[in-house]
């Protein structure tokens, strides 16, 4: 019993080391109203299509991401392509 607790603390703290960050993305559009919460509330949308067709039918709204820093997120993604060398 012993040995089967000591491979699983040991594989929990590999995987726990080894275990990478998910990638911070910003996301240009925010839903705002009762059931989002107070403050900026969900900011997780990439269009204002997306954001609207949620809000669709609910006491909600969409606005612009006042956190989103658009030069950021696009010169993350130029350096993803550029990444690349053959």
Same mark, same amino acid.
């Given at each position: 019993?012993?040995?089967?607790?000591?491979?699983? /603390?040991? &594989? #929990?703290?590999? $995987?726990? @080391?080894? @275990? /990478?960050?998910? @990638?911070?993305?910003? #996301?240009?559009?925010?839903?705002?109203?009762? *059931?989002?919460?107070?403050?900026?509330? *969900?900011?997780?949308? =990439? %269009?204002?299509?997306?954001?609207?067709? %949620?809000? $669709?039918?609910? *006491?909600? =709204?969409?606005? &612009?991401?006042?956190? #989103?820093?658009?030069? @950021? *997120?696009?010169?993350?993604?130029?350096?993803?392509?550029?990444?690349?060398?053959?």
């Amino acid at each position: 019993m012993r040995r089967a607790w000591l491979a699983l /603390m040991v &594989a #929990f703290a590999v $995987s726990a @080391a080894v @275990a /990478m960050p998910a @990638a911070a993305r910003e #996301f240009p559009y925010c839903i705002k109203g009762c *059931d989002f919460g107070a403050g900026v509330g *969900d900011c997780s949308f =990439s %269009t204002l299509a997306q954001c609207q067709a %949620t809000a $669709s039918g609910r *006491d909600a =709204s969409c606005a &612009a991401n006042p956190y #989103f820093n658009a030069k @950021a *997120d696009m010169q993350t993604d130029r350096n993803r392509q550029h990444g690349r060398r053959f």
